[in-house]
């Protein structure tokens, strides 16, 4: 029997989730939390399998609950859950040690494949996943400039390169104003761009806003 934990700080996900787990007869869910530190104390009480983990739990940013995770845990095979397209965090969390990625908009197809996959030792990779994997191959190859920011950075970028004010980006991050122009001015330093509209124009082109 494959034994899951979900974290997911939506009640109706975690329902979702298990109503899909619920028809596979080598699974069980085996707890459910709504924060991160609910979630590595069910991990340290439960002998689970798999750990499906919400990309955008309270208390965490981006990937920072994975990377608690994986430090507490490194064994414990994390497969990622988000709202957010592949195009935004699939690659880093793969990076980060995740053994795979589904969007919410396609749990309901893919969950359970995906299960299976991770737990019988391999990592789950979607068709579109592996078309970005490929891509990003190429891009480290020819020295791609966005991957040299950190994912802080990342955030930061895709906020501005939506379109958004830097007040505003301050306020989505929870972080005032002046270090939202230090992560700027480091995107600037890190990647060769001199402005906003650049920046933009690079964030457009690489898929990494919003």
Same mark, same amino acid.
């Given at each position: ?31 459910? +939390? /709504? ?5 590595? $104390? #069910?991990? !340290?009480?439960?002998?689970? *399998? %798999? ?68 737990? +019988? /030792? ?5 068709? $579109? #996943?592996? !078309?970005?994997?490929?891509? *990003? %191959? ?73």
């Amino acid at each position: 029997m494959i034994r899951i934990l979900i974290a997911d700080d939506h009640e109706l996900i975690r329902v979702g989730v298990k109503k899909i787990i619920r028809p596979a007869k080598d699974m069980k869910v085996v707890g459910e +939390a /709504g924060d991160i530190e609910q979630a590595l $104390r #069910l991990v !340290e009480e439960q002998l689970a *399998d %798999l750990l499906v983990l919400d990309i955008s739990l309270p208390g965490c940013d981006g990937l920072d609950g994975l990377l608690r995770v994986r430090r507490a845990f490194p064994e414990l095979r994390v497969l990622m859950l988000s709202m957010y397209p592949e195009e935004r965090f699939a690659i880093a969390a793969l990076k980060a040690g995740a053994c795979g990625y589904i969007t919410k908009a396609m749990a309901a197809e893919e969950l359970v494949r995906a299960v299976h996959k991770i737990v +019988a /030792g391999g990592s789950f990779v979607s068709p $579109r #996943l592996a !078309e970005l994997l490929a891509q *990003d %191959l190429r891009e480290t190859h020819n020295g791609a400039l966005h991957d040299r920011l950190t994912q802080r950075e990342l955030e930061v970028i895709s906020r501005i390169g939506s379109g958004k004010a830097v007040k505003q980006v301050a306020a989505e991050l929870s972080i005032t104003v002046s270090t939202v122009n230090t992560y700027r001015a480091r995107i600037f330093r890190k990647t060769g761009l001199h402005s906003n509209a650049e920046l933009i124009r690079y964030a457009l082109e690489q898929r990494l806003v919003e």
